[in-house]
């Protein structure tokens, strides 16, 4: 028996204003304690999820970032499955069941609230197993706890016998004097909590309310196999209705186990002050009796001479109750909806829109980054500098050709956006540098040079070829320079293809010879030549590269995207040939969506959703940044987060969308915005970036490096091209 407990963080907790709103609703914040209650439910159900068990947390989207931020700090796991609008407790547990009958078909689901207190951990678990015993025998088991006071907050439970018992009847919040009646006849207070099997619990859904029970499975099969998946479209269809009226009530298998441990569904603010532990911040009482205090950090609150008060204080907003009318508190709420209802909400904070996000891009790069790297960037010699220190210094060090060439693109690329700085003599005199120090006599570009322009390493990379044919592709396109590069360009071509394998592929110099990567490259070359050159060889090759990339780099089972191989070009051994980098998946699903466009080729373009997907995989969702690496079953091998791969992903998501239709359309742009957003982590407003991010959010302390610079110009081409900006000609992009 495998246990998969599920907590439900519906509710806006409306009894508990002002700290309760529904963008921070009740079970996100400290109420008995210093964790939020969500935090303790799920330390409480944790050690239930054991021998192939596991959490699952069914919440709201807006509370996304809530619940991922709160079980990251705890160091839990969960699959995540949220609601694109809230439907009642019937959809939202019968969305676990079936995701758990899909993972499990034997799997016992402990549906349990977010916002309960249960002090004793121990017994709960107890009392879940002793109700799971029930539920393997078919029983749909709640958890009844013995009353200790006639309270009217809950509904009641009449068991039908001693110990695990049929239930007899559920019964409504009654008055204090029908609650009396009740205890009196041994009836139990209504938990809401539920233990049953996947398969039980849908087989009765589907039998008495079928609606939700086919809305779920739908909604279950629509979303996204990962760790935080948005439940499908069809989740919206279903009938808005809680499991006591859909389920419990009609039943025939409901059962109820009696349990004495203390519990409260802290509904109101007289039951935070009962747990002895509700009060937060700063207070000072002087003959005050019986009473609670809340608020926030800065604030103190006094009191004096007054008895049995909850005094609630947050940033805009102050709540005065007498505890014995803390029930009330959602009357002087719904008052303030239509008096004062930017009071009934914290203020949200607006996301940038991706037309918002590409209009400041623009003029940070026409402002800032474009002539900084300009200026202090390139030297009187032509060369361009590798990093520039964020105090805006320029950093002494070994001058990659790589880097030579991409900066010879980026500026090439502003002047064809029509950037009105000095674009054409920095290109001029990029080009004549490269030319004069990293030309090998053969034509390519040897890989280094010291920081005084003397030869390091001498060896040609097919990786920096691949550069040099792309930053000269852009100079030729951009007007700087015309045939004089083509056949430069063309006898660099054909040396790398006279090196090629039978199955297309070149060797790489270094410690991976057989790689992915370099190819990738070769590819956006071969189709920048292809774009502004008549030789059909540069189309040619590049419809070979791309066959090489879909036959051979990509498992064909996964769909994801090898980095290194071994001579036989099967996954190198060890932990080389397990690696995945979501941003090379992203880099070569917008190369192959351009090579497949190019040839109105629908496999190529099939291939290349299928690997943006898989790049999908590699998403922190917590911070929304791509990470650097993951392992071949789509596990994270880290979550430190490159500048890079950011980039790759919103250039992805642009070009997709413009061939998806509009639902997926829509999610792609809403990706692409994404993206973007997580690009702005990086970027200082000096036209300086930070580059390696690490898991808390804090980025590595260092200079900026020039070759990031090649990686925004290119995204921001896309961006152009994708008409976010308007449908203007990118030739005034950046004008």
Sequence with gaps: MRLYPVIMCGGAGTRLWPASRPSRPKQFIPLAGNRSVFQETVLR??????????????????????????????????????????????????????????????????????????????????????GAEGAVRGRIVTLGVKPTEPSEAYGYIRPGGAGLAPVSVFVEKPSRRTAENYIQNGYLWNSGNFIASARVFLSELSHHAPGVAGAARAAITEAEAAPVAVLGAAFRQA?????????????????????????????????????????IGGHIFEDAEGCMARAPDGMIVAALGVRNLAIVAERDAVLVCDLKRAQDVKKVVERIRLSSPQHADFPLRDEESLADGAGRLRDWLRLRALPIWSSLGQDAAGGFAELLSLEGRRVPAERRARVQARQIYVFAQAGLMGWEGPWRPIVEHGLRYLDARFLRPDGRMRTLLAD???????????????FLLLAWATAVRAGVADADLEAPAARVRDLLLAEALPNGAIIEAGDHPYQSNAHMHLLEAALAWAEVSDDPAWADWAQRLSCLARQVFIDPDSGRLREYFDSAW????????????????FEWAWLLARQGASRNDADALKDARRLYERGREGLDLRHNVAVDALNDDGGFRTRRARLWPQTEWLKAALLLAETADRGQREALLGDAAKAQRALWFYLTPEGLWRDKRLETGRFIDEPAPASSLYHIVSAFRQVVGSGVLGKGAESGALH
């Design 452 to 466: 005084d322009g003397e030869a390091v390493d001498d060896d040609a990379t097919v990786y920096d070829q691949a």
């Design 45 to 130: 159900v944790a050690p239930l999820a054991v021998d192939g068990g596991r959490i699952l947390v069914v919440g709201g989207v807006s509370h996304r970032r809530a619940i991922l931020d709160q079980l990251d700090d705890l160091g839990v796991e969960a699959q995540v499955l949220l609601e694109p609008e809230a439907r009642d407790s019937a959809a939202a547990m019968a969305v676990a069941a079936a995701w758990t009958e899909a993972h499990d078909a034997g799997g016992v689901n402990i549906f349990v609230a977010s916002d309960h207190h249960i002090p004793d951990g121990e017994e709960f678990r107890r009392a879940v197993m002793a």
């Design 570 to 585: 099967r996954p190198a051994a060890g932990d080389a040939g397990r690696l995945i980098e979501p941003g090379h998946q």
């Design 239 to 279: 009938p808005k209705i809680s499991i006591d009226y859909a389920l419990m009530e009609k039943t025939r298998v409901a059962s109820v186990l009696p349990v004495d441990f203390r519990w409260s569904d802290l509904g109101a603010w007289d039951a935070i002050a009962a747990t002895g532990e509700g009060e």
